[in-house]
């Protein structure tokens, strides 16, 4: 079983940047399919990154050009720079894992049974 822990959340103003990170314990780190969800208030829990054990990645319209998401199999971290942040981007961010799947299609790991806690990200006009 995967175990996630998110942090890196936090208050910038529009235009400001913020990395996530993810840690995960319970697997080795260099297997399966991870990626990064988010859910404002009132909200569904929206895809915005995925990264296969490949290192291919799948995007949101939303976030393309201005997220970027990575992994150190090694440390066993997931990471989302979030860059040119709008008040749109407010939102939980969790992260999901899937020991079981190679590929970020064609859900973007929609059906992920291992979630964090969630890390808050808010941004100001």
């Known amino acids: 079983q995967v175990q996630l822990h998110e942090s890196g959340g936090g208050s910038v103003q529009a235009g400001g940047s913020l990395r996530l990170s993810c840690t995960a314990s319970g697997y080795a780190g260099s297997r399966g399919t991870m990626a990064w969800f988010r859910q404002a208030p009132g909200k569904e829990r929206e895809g915005v990154a995925c990264i296969n054990p490949f290192s291919r990645t799948l995007y949101t319209d939303s976030v393309k050009g201005r997220f970027i998401v990575s992994r150190d199999p090694a440390k066993k971290i997931l990471y989302l720079q979030m860059n040119s942040l709008q008040p749109v981007d407010t939102a939980m961010y969790y992260c999901?894992?899937?020991?079981?799947?190679?590929?970020?299609?064609?859900?973007?790991?929609?059906?992920?049974?291992?979630w964090g806690q969630g890390t808050q990200v808010t941004v100001s006009p």
């Open positions: 999901a894992a899937d020991t079981s799947r190679s590929n970020c299609l064609p859900d973007g790991l929609k059906g992920a049974r291992n």
